[in-house]
């Protein structure tokens, strides 16, 4: 099994920045991807992006060029800067890692708030 836990949540004013992280445990070796998720209240949860072991990545369209995702050289933490937050930036972010391609694992979440 993979556990995660993720820091960085904040209220923000908009224009501002955020970086979150996420470490995770367990049998990390088996994790062949990491991403980000956010759920606003009354939505789905929604990927906003995603790496996997090469390096690849990728982004939800409204965050691309704000956002950017890495993960430590270890391969244990990953990391979301948020840069040129939004008011619609607004949700609970989750971690996720993928293991061996086919299983998904959560977060807690943190929450994220962008005032005006």
């Known amino acids: 099994q993979v556990q995660l836990a993720e820091t960085g949540g904040d209220l923000v004013q908009a224009g501002g920045s955020l970086r979150l992280s996420c470490s995770a445990s367990g049998r990390i070796r088996t994790i062949t991807a990491m991403g980000w998720y956010r759920q606003a209240p009354e939505k789905h949860r929604d990927l906003v992006a995603l790496i996997n072991t090469d390096g690849a990545t990728n982004y939800e369209e409204s965050v691309r060029g704000r956002f950017t995702i890495s993960r430590a050289a270890g391969g244990d933490t990953v990391y979301l800067q948020m840069n040129y937050l939004k008011p619609e930036d607004t949700a609970v972010y989750y971690c996720?890692?993928?293991?061996?391609?086919?299983?998904?694992?959560w977060g807690q979440g943190t929450q994220v708030t962008v005032s005006l």
């Open positions: 996720a890692a993928v293991q061996n391609y086919r299983t998904l694992y």
